[in-house]
């Protein structure tokens, strides 16, 4: 951080490993201090890395600072067998990486991306959200039975 009278500026020094330069990035810059309150400000001075994780995953301070964030292999799927009779699956992020549901389905039930579009237009699969928005926060969706490639998990 960096004051300026009553104006802050905050930064990130982050390091990329695909090419290996370290970069600043600009999370805040000319704000009054008291927009940003004392809370946020110690987290600040503290490096918190919960606010330092929000804030290189915001979208619009990687489009201000001009970068991109690769979730290439940053997300695994954990599968359990479904019941015979089907059920309510739990799709859980520990972290919030943006993905397609459509993607997870297809890794989940070992379906193409048409068997999956096939069995949500077909009412095998229901879902609470669009299956090529891209989503980031925990949600459950409904397959029926003998829905799956294998001895279908998801």
């Not at 520990?94 to 993607?103: L, S, T, Y």
Request: glycine share 8%; with cysteine; proline share 5%.
């Amino acid at each position: 951080m960096n004051a300026n009278g009553k104006l802050l500026d905050v930064w990130l020094l982050v390091f990329c490993a695909k090419c290996g330069r370290t970069s600043k990035v600009a999370i805040h810059e000319r704000v009054p201090v008291a927009v940003l309150g004392n809370e946020r400000i110690r987290r600040y001075e503290s490096n918190d890395s919960a606010s330092v994780a929000a804030a290189l995953m915001d979208r619009n301070i990687a489009r201000r600072n001009n970068y991109r964030l690769d979730w290439e292999g940053a997300w695994h799927l954990e599968v359990q067998p479904l019941a015979p009779c089907g059920g309510r699956v739990l799709v859980r992020f520990e972290v919030p990486v943006p993905i397609r549901p459509v993607k997870i389905l297809m890794r989940g039930l070992a379906l193409s991306r048409g068997k999956v579009v096939e069995a949500i237009d077909a009412g095998r699969i229901t879902m609470p959200i669009d299956v090529n928005a891209k989503a980031s926060r925990d949600f459950e969706f409904c397959v029926a039975p003998g829905t799956g490639g294998r001895d279908a998990g998801a």
